[in-house]
């Protein structure tokens, strides 16, 4: 009779190209947290990710580049999540999807605070062209287009309504962090209510 071991099906002897990718940026991220860019080094994120220095070098040419790839990935999750919050709503009630927009960028951002802050921690975020920030922008144009087919509100220049929003929530995130008296809940009903305003529904 065979041991439970001989009936294992083979282990590969590397892991795929794709978990050692995310084993290395999910290192490098954890530093990026708690010691900061500037001071991780790449024999940091090695050492933590349990792999050879050639391994990175293999991926990523610098670490400025591993920073580059945790921005795309960070977005991408907090575009998803909030896309998937606003498909929960009828796709045609602009006014609930709205809402949901609302919400969900309040809780993504809240949940992810400490990501966000290490890996946007220089200027460069705030640049023209930066490219997350454009894709939530898009994201929110999206939404804004989808109300005026819909018939739910006009805009005459709804890329600049988008940016309007994206800002004014970004800011409102942090004001609450650093002690607004309101909570994430009523952070997104509030934020829901004066964007309506804006949009002419208020």
């Excluded at 009936?7 to 892991?15: A, C, G, L």
């Excluded at 709503?89 to 949940?111: E, K």
């Excluded at 287009?145 to 006009?154: M, P, R, S, T, Y």
Aim: proline fraction near 4%; hydrophobic fraction near 40%.
């Amino acid at each position: 009779m065979n041991s439970p071991q001989e009936n294992r099906p083979p282990q590969p002897r590397t892991k795929p190209a794709e978990v050692r990718l995310d084993e290395l940026m999910d290192a490098a991220e954890r530093l990026f947290i708690t010691k900061g860019f500037e001071t991780t080094t790449v024999s940091e994120i090695v050492r933590d990710a349990g792999v050879a220095k050639g391994t990175f070098y293999h991926y990523f040419p610098s670490k400025n580049e591993v920073l580059a790839a945790l921005r795309e990935r960070f977005t991408r999750q907090f575009i998803d999540r909030v896309q998937l919050a606003m498909d929960a709503c009828p796709a045609d009630d602009a006014i609930a999807r709205l809402h949901a927009w609302c919400n969900s960028c309040v809780a993504a951002y809240l949940d992810s605070m400490a990501v966000h802050d290490a890996l946007y921690h220089d200027h460069h975020y705030h640049t023209r062209g930066n490219q997350d920030r454009d894709a939530v922008l898009d994201q929110v144009l999206a939404l804004l287009n989808e109300g005026v087919a819909l018939g739910a509100w006009q805009l005459e220049q709804p890329r600049l309504t988008a940016m309007l929003m994206y800002h004014g929530m970004h800011g409102a995130v942090d004001n609450l962090v650093i002690g607004e008296d309101a909570s994430r809940t009523d952070l997104g009903a509030q934020l829901a209510q004066q964007f309506s305003r804006l949009l002419g529904r208020g």
